[in-house]
């Protein structure tokens, strides 16, 4: 059995250039979606770049995804953070700071 990778990578569009940026980041899959966190919060470029422009593309060990992310707030969503949360300090120990969700489409 092949196990989950580390790290999925994302590609956003640059909301001031247009050009696209791609990160490797950890990550988590609940509930058909697929979660990370910003250390930084809103003042890392990827979430700036998915709140002014929703869709993307990301990268889960050999399957590439279109599709949107969105910032989830704990505060309407309270039980999705706490899972999130969870999910994230079982796998990595760490779980502090914004979640972003990346909800798959496609594959391509």
Request: hydrophobic share 35%.
């Amino acid at each position: 059995m092949e196990s989950e990778p580390q790290f999925l990578y994302l590609t956003t569009t640059g909301w001031r250039t247009g050009n696209p940026h791609e990160i490797e980041i950890w990550f988590v899959p609940y509930g058909g979606r697929y979660y990370m966190v910003s250390e930084h919060r809103e003042r890392s470029h990827w979430v700036q770049n998915i709140q002014r422009h929703t869709p993307v593309t990301f990268r889960v060990g050999e399957v590439t995804y279109r599709g949107t992310g969105r910032v989830v707030d704990p505060t309407a969503e309270p039980a999705l953070a706490q899972a999130v949360s969870a999910l994230m300090d079982a796998k990595y120990d760490w779980s502090e700071g914004l979640i972003v969700e990346l909800t798959p489409d496609e594959a391509v």
